[in-house]
C-alpha cells in the first residue's frame, strides 16, 4: 500500500502586485489549480521527485525540483519577484516574474 505524500502552496498577502490575480499551478506539468493572495492549495502527491512551476499568462516562475516522502508534507511559497516596477520583466524575463521557493 502506497501512502500519499502532500504539496502545500502558500501566497502570502502582503504584495500589492498581482493582488487580484490567481496564480496557475503546475505539477509535473500539469495544471493541478490555482492560489490567490493570502490563500494555501493543499494537493496530494506520490511520493518521490517532483517538478513545481507557477505561472500568471505567460509569465511565470523558474522550475523548483522537490522531493516528498510518503505521508510526508512539503511547504512551497510562492510570490512576486520583485516590486510593481519588475511587472516588466514579464516582457523579457517571462521565468523570473514570479519567485518559487521551498519554505522550512
Known sequence: M???????FVRPPGAARDRDQAY???IDAADRGTVRAGDELRLVVAPGGHRARVRLGRAGS???KFEVGAGREVRLRVE???GPLAALWRLVAKDRYLRLTREG
Do not use: C, I, Y
Open 62 to 64: 523558474r522550475e523548483l
Open 2 to 8: 502506497t501512502v500519499a505524500a502532500t504539496v502545500v
Open 80 to 82: 512576486p519577484n520583485g
Open 24 to 26: 496557475q499551478v503546475l
